[in-house]
């Protein structure tokens, strides 16, 4: 059984940052995409950043130029830190797995759909 276990949320002021992660257990981490996602109230859950395991990433929009997300095979664990922080990007970020099989995964998707685990989400609220 896979789990996904977020961590690093928070209450920041506009301008601040913060740095989430995420430790995957029950499984060896390899071939695995990861992906961060985020929530807000009243709102569709939205891709935020995804890397494979060719350390290849992808950026939402809203993200590009002040989140970079990370992965250490070695611990097991996701990061994504986030700079500039604004009001907007207040929500419930989860992280999200997608095992690739006997082959590397690649192509991370930012489409919450084609991930296979989910942890319970770290909550990140930003004043202004």
């Known amino acids: 059984q896979v789990r996904l276990l977020e961590s690093g949320g928070g209450s920041v002021q506009a301008g601040g940052a913060l740095t989430l992660s995420c430790v995957v257990s029950?499984?060896?981490?390899?071939?695995?995409?990861m992906g961060w996602f985020r929530q807000a109230p009243g709102k569709q859950r939205e891709g935020v950043a995804t890397?494979?395991?060719?350390?290849?990433?992808t950026y939402a929009e809203s993200a590009k130029g002040r989140f970079t997300v990370s992965r250490d095979n070695a611990k097991n664990t996701l990061y994504l830190r986030m700079t500039s922080l604004k009001p907007e990007d207040t929500a419930m970020y989860y992280c999200?797995?997608?095992?690739?099989?006997?082959?590397?995964?690649?192509?991370?998707?930012?489409?919450?759909?084609?991930?296979?685990?989910w942890g319970q989400g770290t909550q990140v609220t930003v004043s202004s």
């Open positions: 999200a797995a997608k095992w690739g099989g006997l082959k590397r995964c690649s192509g991370a998707s930012l489409v919450d759909s084609w991930y296979n685990y």
């Open positions: 029950g499984s060896v981490y390899n071939n695995y995409c």
């Open positions: 890397i494979d395991e060719n350390v290849i990433t």
